[in-house]
C-alpha cells in the first residue's frame, strides 16, 4: 500500500466514524448516574431518583454522587457543618460583583464568580485529599450565596449574610427572598436540587471534564461548565414555558396552540428529550409536588394550563416519545417560590455543580487529557499573496 492509499484509508476510516457532537459516541466510563430513557429511570450511583427524592436532602445526595457512597450520619454531620461554614463569600469578591452591570445574565455573573474562587483558593494540589475536600465544600457552599448576592445587588440591596442555622435549600431562598421560606417551601426547593443534581454526559458535564482533564484548579472546571450549561439548548428551558404559558393564555386556545406546533413543526418548550422517549423521571416527581403545593396553597392559572398542555401534546406527539421534560413543572414551581426566571439556569447550576464536581473527582482518577482529532476540509500548500496584490 503507498503512502497515498494509506492516507485516503485513514481519512475513509475517520468519515465513517464521524458523528458531528459526538453524538452517541461513548466518551468516558463512569459509575456516577445511569439515564434508561426508554423506561423512564434515572439513577445516581445506583440509586432510584424517585427514593433520593422521597428519602434524602441535597447535601445527602451531593456526598453520595462526590464520594460514591451514602454519609453515614456523623460523615454527613461534619460535612453540613463545613459546607454551612463555608457559605459567606470574601468582601473582594461581593466588592467585585458590585462592579457587575445590574442588567447583566445571571448566569455570566456566575460564572465570573466561580473563576473568581480560584483566583483565592487555587493551589491546584490534585493529588491532596483535604484540597479536593476543600474545594467541593467551597463551590456547594458559595453558589447559592453568589446567585443569590447578585440578584440582590442588582435590585440595589445589600447582601444577605447566609444563615447557619437554615440548611441549604432553606438557606438559599432565605438570602434570595430577604424572609425566612416556609419549612415546606424550603423542602420542595430541596428536592428540585436532587433532581437537577446529575444528568450522565451531557454538554455541560463533558465540558467540566475536558477542562479537568488539562489538570487545572476545580474553579476553573465549574466556571467552564457553567459557561456551557448558559446556552439556551441545554439550560434554560424552563424560562421559555412560562412565555409559552403566558402566551396561550387560556385553557380553550390549548388545541389550537398545539395543532399550530404540530402543523409548523414548532418545538413546544418544556417536552421531549435527547434521551428519555418516555415522560422524564423527574417530570413524573416534580409534577407530583406541584400538584401537592397547588392543592395547599391554591392553584395557578399556568399550573391548570400545564395539565391541559400536558394531555394535548401527549395525544397528538405521545406516539413520537414527546413527553414533558425536567423543564415543563419545574419553572412553574420556581415561580411560586418567587425565584426570577432568569435564575432558573443559575439555580440548575448550584444543583449541578454536584454532578460536575463529581465527574471532575473522577476523571481525576483516571485522567488523560481528551484530544479527539478532526476531518480537515480546507486546503493544502496555498501560496501566501502579497497583502498588495489581494
Ligand atoms: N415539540 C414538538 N415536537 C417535538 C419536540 C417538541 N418539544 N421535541 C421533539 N419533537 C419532534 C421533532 O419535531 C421531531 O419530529 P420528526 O421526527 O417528525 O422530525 C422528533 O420529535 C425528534 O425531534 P429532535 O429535535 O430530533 O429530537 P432531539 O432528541 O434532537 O431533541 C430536544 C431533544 C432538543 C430536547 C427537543 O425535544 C426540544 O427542542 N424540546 C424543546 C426544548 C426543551 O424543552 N428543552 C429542555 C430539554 S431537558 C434539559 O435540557 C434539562
Not at 463569600?89 to 457587575?100: A, N, P, S, V
Not at 448576592?149 to 435549600?169: Q, S
Not at 450549561?229 to 390549548?254: C, F, K, Y
Not at 399556568?302 to 416519545?321: C, D, F, P, S, W
Amino acid at each position: 500500500m503507498t503512502a497515498g492509499d494509506s492516507a485516503t484509508l485513514q481519512n475513509d476510516m475517520q468519515d465513517a466514524c464521524f458523528r458531528p457532537g459526538l453524538e452517541g459516541i461513548p466518551a468516558v466510563q463512569s459509575n456516577i448516574g445511569h439515564v434508561d430513557g426508554q423506561n423512564g429511570r434515572l439513577e445516581y450511583r445506583g440509586i432510584p431518583i424517585e427514593e433520593l427524592a422521597d428519602k434524602s436532602t441535597f447535601l445527602e445526595t451531593c456526598y453520595l454522587l462526590i464520594w460514591g457512597k451514602l454519609p453515614t450520619q456523623s460523615e454527613l454531620d461534619a460535612f453540613k457543618f463545613e459546607v454551612n461554614n463555608h457559605r459567606r463569600l470574601k468582601y473582594r469578591i461581593r466588592d467585585m460583583m458590585k462592579c457587575f452591570p445590574a442588567n447583566g445574565h445571571p448566569m455570566d455573573a456566575l460564572q465570573s464568580c466561580a473563576a473568581a474562587l480560584g483566583l483565592f483558593y487555587s493551589r491546584r494540589a490534585l493529588d491532596d485529599p483535604e484540597y479536593i475536600r476543600a474545594a467541593v465544600v467551597r463551590l456547594l457552599a458559595k453558589m447559592p450565596t453568589m446567585v443569590a448576592t447578585f440578584n440582590l445587588m442588582r435590585k440595589g440591596h445589600d447582601w444577605v449574610m447566609p444563615r447557619d442555622d437554615l440548611g441549604y435549600a432553606g438557606n438559599f431562598l432565605y438570602m434570595l427572598n430577604e424572609k425566612e421560606p416556609s419549612a415546606e417551601a424550603a423542602h420542595i426547593f430541596d428536592v428540585c436540587l436532587i433532581l437537577h443534581a446529575e444528568h450522565t454526559i451531557n454538554a455541560s458535564t463533558f465540558s467540566a471534564r475536558v477542562t479537568a482533564s488539562t489538570l487545572t484548579d476545580p474553579y476553573g472546571v465549574i466556571a467552564s461548565a457553567v459557561g456551557t450549561l448558559a446556552g439556551p439548548l441545554h439550560g434554560g428551558a424552563n424560562e421559555e414555558v412560562l412565555e409559552m404559558l403566558e402566551h396561550i393564555g387560556t385553557a380553550d386556545r390549548v388545541a389550537a396552540y398545539v395543532d399550530d406546533c404540530v402543523t409548523n413543526r414548532k418545538k413546544i418548550m418544556g417536552f421531549g428529550h435527547r434521551v428519555y422517549k418516555v415522560k422524564d423521571p423527574r417530570a413524573v416527581i416534580l409534577q407530583k409536588l406541584a400538584k401537592e403545593m397547588f392543592e395547599k396553597q391554591g392553584g395557578t392559572p399556568h399550573y391548570e394550563l400545564a395539565l391541559k398542555l400536558e394531555t394535548a401534546v401527549e395525544e397528538r406527539l405521545g406516539h413520537k416519545g414527546i413527553y414533558p421534560n425536567v423543564d415543563f413543572y419545574s419553572g412553574l414551581v420556581y415561580q411560586h417560590l418567587g425565584i426570577p426566571s432568569d435564575l432558573f439556569t443559575p439555580i440548575f447550576a448550584m444543583a449541578r455543580v454536584a454532578g460536575w464536581l463529581a465527574h471532575w473527582k473522577e476523571q481525576l482518577g483516571e485522567n488523560r487529557i481528551f484530544r479527539p482529532t478532526q476531518i480537515y476540509t480546507g486546503e493544502h500548500g496555498l501560496p501566501y499573496e502579497e497583502i498588495a496584490k489581494r
